[in-house]
Nanobody, 121 residues
Framework: QVQLLESGGGLVQPGGSLRLSCAAS????????MGWYRQAPGKQRELVAT???????NYADSVKGRFTISRDNAKNTVFLQMNSLRSEDTAVYSC???????????????WGQGTQVTVSS
């Protein structure tokens, strides 16, 4: 019905940059908030950043000033530009979107499959 496809993860050295993308496809009527979450080994999943359909953003304190979330509403896509990466940013990053499909009357959470980001020298 709805699929979220992520791309852009990989291995990067400390101080480097990566750009994640997540595109939604399927029977989409409307998308409200979009966001990125991450989960490191042995830790709970945590919020990284969110963006409303009006462009308001929210960031975890640990990534403020280094990460930037943005969206392309025409392409149902959310991006995460990650700069000045640190070893503690290593995690599986997953995108989340609150989507109303053509078959529903409300918004529901949809998740991407997750993409590994490893920051290491």
């Amino acid at each position: 019905q709805v699929q979220l496809l992520e791309s852009g993860g990989g291995l990067v050295q400390p101080g480097g940059s990566l750009r994640l993308s997540c595109a939604a496809s399927g029977s989409i009527f409307s998308i409200s908030a979009m966001g990125w979450y991450r989960q490191a080994p042995g830790k709970q999943r945590e919020l990284v950043a969110t963006i409303t359909n009006g462009g308001l953003t929210n960031y975890a304190d640990s990534v403020k000033g280094r990460f930037t979330i943005s969206r392309d509403n025409a392409k149902n896509t959310v991006f995460l530009q990650m700069n000045s990466l640190r070893s503690e940013d290593t995690a599986v990053y997953s995108c989340n979107m609150k989507i109303r499909t053509t078959f529903s009357t409300g918004f529901y959470d949809y998740w991407g499959q997750g993409t590994q980001v490893t920051v290491s020298s």
